[in-house]
């Protein structure tokens, strides 16, 4: 069982910056010995919610959906359990709640349904 806790949200004017945090809480020993992917993903007022980029558990492999790539950058901590999102040159249709989430094995996966820890979300506005 993991426990994942965002931070780092807020309001931002266009073509400005945010980094988000995501700290990873493991409460079973399958999750430190075999690791854990972790996802950020997004979902607007009233659209589905859609993969922005995922880091495998070691760090050596991310991805990225294709219309973040150059904008967006994901690293991960793992003395610290913490994965950040840098946000750079945001636009108001990056306006979204902000989420992250944990699969095991530490493959990534763009889908939603292969991700079966979430933390709660946190809300990134960008209006001037």
């Known amino acids: 069982q993991l426990q994942l806790v965002e931070s780092g949200g807020g309001l931002v004017q266009p073509g400005g910056s945010l980094r988000l945090s995501c700290v990873v809480s493991?409460?079973?020993?399958?999750?430190?010995?075999?690791?854990?992917?972790i996802g950020w993903f997004r979902q607007a007022p009233g659209k589905e919610r859609e993969g922005i980029s995922c880091?495998?558990?070691?760090?050596?492999?991310?991805n990225y959906t294709d219309s973040m790539k150059g904008r967006f950058t994901i690293s991960r901590d793992n003395a610290k359990n913490t994965v950040s999102l840098q946000m750079n040159s945001l636009k108001p249709e990056d306006t979204a709640i902000y989420y992250c989430?944990?699969?095991?094995?530490?493959?990534?996966?763009?889908?939603?349904?292969?991700?079966?820890?979430w933390g709660q979300g946190t809300q990134v506005t960008v209006s001037s």
């Open positions: 880091i495998s558990s070691s760090g050596a492999i991310t």
């Open positions: 493991a409460f079973t020993m399958d999750y430190y010995a075999k690791g854990y992917a």
């Open positions: 989430a944990a699969r095991p094995l530490g493959l990534c996966s763009p889908y939603v349904s292969a991700y079966p820890a």
